[in-house]
């Protein structure tokens, strides 16, 4: 299977594929799957612009909004997952996952999905400590802080995906595991972004929770994001044991090297996005213990019974099929020859994928349940900064500026 791996996509989805395009092309390969590491923007319309953290000079529409109206059609499957530059409005539609738009599917805040016999698992946004252990209390419209938040790794689908125990092919973050540049060439990478090295050195760049799951998971790729750099480096588990293939890419412009193809053994196609047994169970456990307020969440001591509820999920897999709910609109698209100021905020739609999702799961919707988060969310933003551990700007810095060739791609295994 030959897998297209993209770092930051920041909403250029048409050069994305075009690049893909260029390379099939030029090589006369195939390529099966994209995926994308963070930074997606799923931005649908002028409204969902509201919700994206970037400077005022960076609110473009970009090109989503075409995959999501149906006026063009990702021409390879894509899994993406979000980073810290996204539409979080829309992605808490899709909490659990689901297609963000035809072909383009949201790996969730947490996910584990299969594409043919390869098993994908995910984690959005970026670790902070500060918010770590904290529920999922955000809503839009959301504030100055907030709208921060909302993409900061949680605990408890940390927690989630540390009760899996079947083998993961590749795992995708947005940020990079902490420490894993000890296993790479980091003297090299200090060389072009000479503002890491304290960082490394002190032992502080990177995130804990994802250094905490690929000790755990051990997957045999893992890809990343989000520090606009290339970074390779095998990380070893215990002497002699499993070895991760990591993998952190650029930004999509020009000259960056934010793409990369990479062959992974598997079983013939066609391949199709399906919905992972031990996933599902874990998913449904957990449903109960979803902390959706400010206050820590209390999870830790919920009882595994995961061989009875992996039946139940199996018998409801073997009833309804195991292939992701279908696509659902729930907002006007950007209409480029109408173009219309932002509305008074409305509330947000419950999107029916979730809806069906949580049906099949025989689970309830929690969503759009904020009781006691509205209020003290707002008195506790006001007395933390809300800087990040990484404090990594979504700009260039003056020697990146230049402009060459913009299909500059890397091929190969690592």
Known sequence: MKIAVEGCMHGDLDKVYETIKYIENT???????????????????????????????????KSFWKYYSGQGVAPVPTIFIGGNHEASNYLWELYYGGW???NIYFLGFAGVVKFGNIRIGGLSGIYNARHYHLGHHERPPYNDSTIRSVYHVREYDVHKLMQVEEPIDIFLSHDWPLGVTDCGNWRELVRYKKHFKDEIQQGTLGSKAAAQLLEKLKPSYWFSAHLHCKFTALVQHEEGGLVTKFLALDKCLPGRKFLQIVDIESDPGPYEVRYDEEWLAITRKFNCVFPLTIKRGNFTNTQLDMQDCRQWVRGRLEERGIKPCEFAQTVPTYDPSHPVSNTSFSGYPRNPQTVSFLALLDIPYLLDNASESRDSSASFTQRVDYSEDIPIEDEDEPEDIAEVDNTETDDGNQ
């Open 27 to 61: 090589r006369n390969i195939k390529i099966d799957l994209l995926l994308c590491c963070g930074d997606f923007q799923a931005v649908r319309n002028e409204k969902d612009m509201e919700s994206l953290s970037v400077p005022p000079k960076y609110r473009e529409m």
């Open 100 to 102: 963000a738009a035809p």
